[in-house]
């Protein structure tokens, strides 16, 4: 019903609140609030959980990629030095192309088309071959827009 369904998520909350009380140094329990606070459209919260998953674990790829989301949705879309940085610490442990992307749109909000091209190549050879953003990302990488 439509009261379990609203109550699922501060249930899950609760929970991975008293996970990360009674397991101080495990990133997790605050990794997975930083998901369920960003589907519920709460960046500032999420980019808090994310930030407190770092502080446990800071090669936490996913995390890292949290908080760069939450920081741009937190600034209307704008990928800030803050986002730029998050992405870069994504970037080193993981193949989700997601880092690269938002790299490359920072260059590219900088006007750095050299750089935007660079990681819209990175980004594509991350992609798996039926990932629908390729073609975005092929016409990215030759710099045509």
């Known amino acids: 019903d439509a ?3 609203m109550n699922q998520p501060a249930q899950a909350l609760a929970v ?7 397991r ?3 990133p997790l329990p605050y990794y997975y609030s930083g998901l ?5 459209r709460n960046a500032q919260e999420a980019a808090r959980a994310f930030d407190a998953a770092l ?34 610490q994504a970037g080193t442990p993981t193949e989700d192309p997601a880092p690269w992307i938002y790299q490359a749109m920072a260059a590219m909000q900088e006007n750095n088309a050299a750089d935007a091209r660079k990681f819209w190549g990175e980004a594509l050879s991350r992609m798996a071959s039926d990932d629908p953003r ?12």
Do not use: K, W
């Open 36 to 40: 369920i606070l960003f589907n519920q």
């Open 55 to 88: 502080r446990r674990d800071p090669h936490l790829g996913e995390a890292a990629l949290g908080l760069g989301r939450s920081l741009v949705a937190i600034n209307d879309g704008r990928v800030t030095p803050d986002a730029l940085q998050a992405f870069r």
């Open 134 to 145: 390729r073609e975005m990302a092929q016409r990215m990488s030759r710099g045509r827009q």
């Open 16 to 22: 991975l609140d008293q996970a990360a009380h009674a």
């Open 3 to 5: 009261y379990n369904e």
């Open 24 to 26: 101080p140094h495990d």
